[in-house]
């Protein structure tokens, strides 16, 4: 062996032992993370040839900055950089240039890497946490920052003070995403009439009050994710999902998810599936139709596609169609969390929710805040902490913010569903001792993605539609995750793409897509109008004698912290 050949193989194992010392507790003992970290750090050992070539370049680009001959650039959709002076103060611009230089630098070194794509993407996820974490933006250096500060008196650094000291007590030390003193659930958020008709331990279902004279005789249940709470689909009445359905003659019902605490910790799939099939025919039972359409979203999709193939195996006939909005049924290899999701990981989570019994719903909101760092937690740092102003007050992020908890045996089995693809493969997966085959459910689909979201990627949300056994219409939004789903007329630069075609590729799906402008609620009530029966007149009072109404809406369990 060389000399040369030696010294590198000594660098390589010194990266190992490297390694081998990233403090366990933070969850990086995975193999998937430590291999990668390895290869990042052992690159300059294993090809010095294509570092050096990329470091001269960055001194390159370095000295053009310095001598301010550098055209570097942000992305115009990188919002960190709109103040003017970030381009217009010579000392501000090079800080700027500099900062994306280096980003440029890190990202042609991982576009060289001797390692496969999954780990490639791995590391550019990895790097680009320290890359965003250290953008000039989130300094007290910030323009805008120094602006307020001075204008103020320095008060804008006290109360940004003031902030970062209440979100470490209270907020775990994450910045404050909302201001939760302008809401409150049931007096400006949650507001549709109604009461809960059933309940038991795990749901409440709640029957809201018609809107119009007659209504269609087959009833619409809705399963919300148990990931948060069920009113974002009730939020202000201009943004609200069930005041539409509502004045466009659904019979509307929805499940409210109890929170649970670790005494529920044995709560599994079929336990919620068989809560929601409870309220489904407390809802046939009180609308008097045999049968009855449902919505699914995001993990109350996956809810319900586990009761629909229960459904199917005992050949109940109960569900005549099956809306989907933002769900996917496995986890996509691609997508950032896929790439996260190593075995070792997903042991570490098993082990930690059977510990405590539940998930609890803010670490699963620190997670995806931190998919999306410069969007989900920088925003908020300059905001709060830089500025010193409040954070903002607005509903969506309210309702992201009111976290909810999920039982170990639940979120074991989630992350296996979406993990390992279990829905995808009839009979892999079983629930209430039955094997789970979505190609027994031959209902009709009606499902819808966001095109800009990255939690339930939207090709991912198309190649899930495929699992099932009817027929299916695909519709994608211009949206992300939330904003995607509660996207409701009037507003103009909502569009849409439709395509009647199934075919198995979804980018050629989207190639021969039609744009369409408006809100595709207005597409849905359509499809869904046709398959709710004929029109009755609208029951004159709430429940009926089986199922007397209870609490009036939101109910009880949504107030339960």
């Known amino acids: 062996m060389s000399r040369v050949a030696k010294t590198d193989k000594a660098m390589v194992e010194n990266v190992e032992d490297i390694i081998g010392w990233v403090p366990p507790d933070l969850g990086f003992e995975s193999r998937g993370f430590k291999e990668t970290l390895k290869a990042v750090l052992a690159s300059p050992f294993r090809d010095p040839v294509s570092v050096f070539k990329h470091q001269a370049s960055l001194a390159g680009e370095m000295f053009k900055i310095l001598a301010g001959k550098s055209t570097l650039a942000p992305d115009k959709t990188d919002r960190r950089f709109a103040d003017p002076s970030w381009h217009e103060n010579p000392m501000y611009r090079r800080t700027m240039q500099a900062y994306l230089a280096n980003n440029a630098y890190w990202q042609s070194v991982i576009d060289d890497l001797k390692v496969d794509e999954t780990d490639r993407e791995r590391a550019r996820f990895f790097i680009s946490l320290f890359t965003d974490a250290f953008s000039p933006t989130n300094s007290m250096a910030h323009p805008a920052a120094l602006k307020k500060m001075l204008e103020t008196g320095g008060e804008s650094f006290k109360r940004g003070a003031k902030n970062m000291l209440h979100d470490l007590v209270n907020e775990g030390g994450m910045p404050s995403m909302v201001d939760k003193s302008a809401f409150k659930v049931g007096e400006n958020l949650a507001m549709s009439e109604g009461a809960v008709v059933f309940r038991n331990d795990l749901v409440e279902l709640i029957q809201y009050k018609p809107l119009v004279p007659q209504v269609h005789q087959r009833p619409f249940v809705m399963l919300p994710p148990p990931i948060n709470k069920f ?26 998810w109890r929170n649970p605490k670790p005494e529920h910790s044995d709560w599994d799939f079929n336990t919620y599936a068989s809560s929601a099939r409870e309220a489904l025919l407390a809802a046939l039972d009180v609308s008097g139709a045999k049968d009855c359409n449902i919505w699914g979203g995001c993990a109350g999709g996956i809810i319900g596609s586990v009761m629909l193939a229960q459904m199917a195996a005992r050949q109940e006939r109960l569900v005549n169609s099956f809306t989907l909005n933002v769900t996917i049924l496995y986890m996509p290899t691609d997508s950032i969390m896929g790439m996260m999701a190593t075995e070792g990981l997903l042991n570490k989570a098993r082990k930690h929710t059977a510990k405590k019994g539940v998930l609890d719903g803010k670490e699963m909101a620190r997670m995806f805040a931190w998919l999306r760092p410069n969007d989900l937690v ?158 009755v007149a609208a029951p004159k009072e709430l429940g009926n004698a089986s199922h007397k109404p209870m609490d009036p809406a939101p109910g009880t369990y949504v107030l339960e912290p």
């Open 231 to 256: 009113y974002i689909m009730d939020l202000t009445p201009e943004k609200s999902m069930v005041r539409y359905l509502l004045q466009k003659g659904q019979q509307v019902f929805i499940i409210s």
């Open 378 to 535: 920088w925003s908020y740092w300059v905001n709060n902490y830089l500025m010193g102003n409040k954070p903002p007050a607005f509903d969506i992020l309210y309702w992201n913010c009111d976290n909810t908890r999920l039982t170990s045996k639940f979120h074991t089995e989630l992350m296996d569903i979406v993990a390992r693809k279990y829905l995808a493969h009839p009979g892999e997966f079983e629930s209430g001792g039955i094997p789970i085959d979505l190609k027994k459910v031959e209902c009709d689909v009606f499902a819808m993605a966001g095109d800009t979201d990255h939690i339930t990627p939207w090709k991912n949300c198309y190649e899930s539609t495929m699992f099932f056994g009817g027929k299916c219409e695909f519709v994608l939004s211009n949206s992300g995750h939330i904003q995607a789903m509660i996207n409701p007329p009037g507003n103009k630069k909502s569009i849409y793409f439709t395509n009647p075609a199934r075919l198995a590729d979804p980018e050629e799906w989207l190639a021969g897509a039609k744009t369409n402008h408006g809100s595709w609620w207005d597409r849905w009530i359509v499809w869904l109008n046709e398959r709710s029966g004929e029109l």
